[in-house]
């Protein structure tokens, strides 16, 4: 868990308390089951508040429940940051912005030559665009099967890869983009 100061465990405490609140009766009558969503790196968290339940004599907690998610990864193959906007691309980046970003950012699985990748091929499984199309972009698993097989294989580039997946993103943003813009009057009607 690393260094654990004041800081940590207040912050480890409220986030038990907010998971278990539910079951308490003054929420909506209470006690309700709970089903908490959870990242691999917040599992100590919710360990934690398992414990601390089982611990308080007071009320009769019911064991919290979870599912863990696989987090899409940012463009350059770590978490993306809000500090930094070269780790993930925006709803509201340009296609163009969104372009340049993949091709200058974009973690890639190939390998360091083209005679390299074509005898050894890639790893999708680690290529931030494969991965892209992976969580979303590319809807047909036929598609993305063969994807994946022919950057294996090093019949497929990863500038290849990478062009694919820009197309298949300029589509969705612009198609994002124009609903947002048709929402945007829609919207005004529920905040007055």
């Known amino acids: 868990y690393g260094d654990v100061g004041p800081g940590k465990m ?10 278990l ?3 308490l009766p003054e929420f909506e009558g209470g006690p309700l089951p709970i089903v908490v969503p959870v990242g691999s790196d917040q599992d100590p968290h919710l360990r934690l ?3 601390v339940s089982q611990r308080i004599k007071e009320f009769k907690f019911t064991q919290l429940s979870s599912t863990y ?3 899409l990864p940012g463009l350059k193959g770590d978490k993306m940051s809000s500090s930094d906007p070269m780790s993930f691309i925006a709803l509201t980046d340009s296609p163009d912005e969104a372009a340049m970003k993949i091709k200058k950012y974009a ?12 005898r050894l091929g890639g790893n999708p499984d680690i290529d931030v ?6 969580y979303g972009l590319e809807p047909d698993d036929t598609k993305l099967l063969k994807l994946e097989q022919d950057y294996r294989s090093g019949k497929l580039l990863s500038g290849e890869l990478k062009e694919y997946t820009i197309k298949k993103l300029t589509v969705f943003l612009k198609e994002h983009q124009e609903k947002r813009k048709k929402a945007e009057k829609v919207v005004q009607k529920y905040l007055k």
């Open 129 to 134: 665009s494969f991965q892209m199309l992976k």
């Open 21 to 23: 609140h539910p079951q």
């Open 69 to 71: 998610h696989k987090f």
């Open 107 to 118: 973690f890639s699985g190939g390998q360091a030559t083209l005679e390299e990748h074509r």
């Open 49 to 51: 508040a398992r414990d």
């Open 10 to 19: 207040s912050a480890s405490l409220l986030q038990a308390s907010d998971m």
